[in-house]
């Protein structure tokens, strides 16, 4: 039984094709051949489905940083700041770190050229794509915010 939707339209997805590729392949080929032709198609799949999985974990770190970024933001705005929150510039040359990381994953995910994605791995691209874009917009809100309140100071 599946406990996510995505799961389940996988699952189905898998069956689904997984029988027509059969009903083609037995029509044509000799059994040996079926099974490897089975086995490589089986290894793909999984591939498949482990890349989104790792996707899916780089998006869920960045997010996780990006909840972290906002809720600094959120302690700045509060005024609770009454001296310099980085006077060191630790915590820009961080944020600065973290925006290049970032753009190369950007970088890495616009240089992809693949022929045809599954629906499982679009959504991973889309997912991590949205989720980065706006983690470095907020990174680069707050060492702007940082620069200014620290300006004061």
Not at 15 to 21: G, R, T, W
């Amino acid at each position: 039984m599946c406990t996510f939707d995505r799961e389940c339209e996988w699952d189905q997805t898998f069956l689904i094709l997984f029988a027509n590729e059969m009903a083609a392949i037995m029509q044509s080929e000799s059994f040996s051949t079926v099974w490897q032709r089975v086995q490589n198609y089986l290894a793909a799949l999984g591939a498949e489905r482990r890349c989104a999985m790792r996707l899916d974990k780089v998006a869920d770190r960045l997010a996780a940083m990006g909840v972290r970024i906002n809720m600094l933001r959120r302690r700045m705005h509060e005024g609770s700041a009454d001296e310099a929150v980085d006077a060191d510039f630790l915590l820009r040359e961080a944020l600065k770190g973290l925006k290049e990381n970032i753009r190369t994953i950007r970088c890495q995910l616009g240089g992809m050229h693949v022929t045809a994605l599954s629906a499982r791995m679009q959504r991973a691209f889309a997912r991590l794509h949205n989720i980065a874009e706006d983690t470095y917009a907020s990174a680069d809100q707050l060492q702007w915010e940082i620069a200014e309140h620290d300006r004061r100071f």
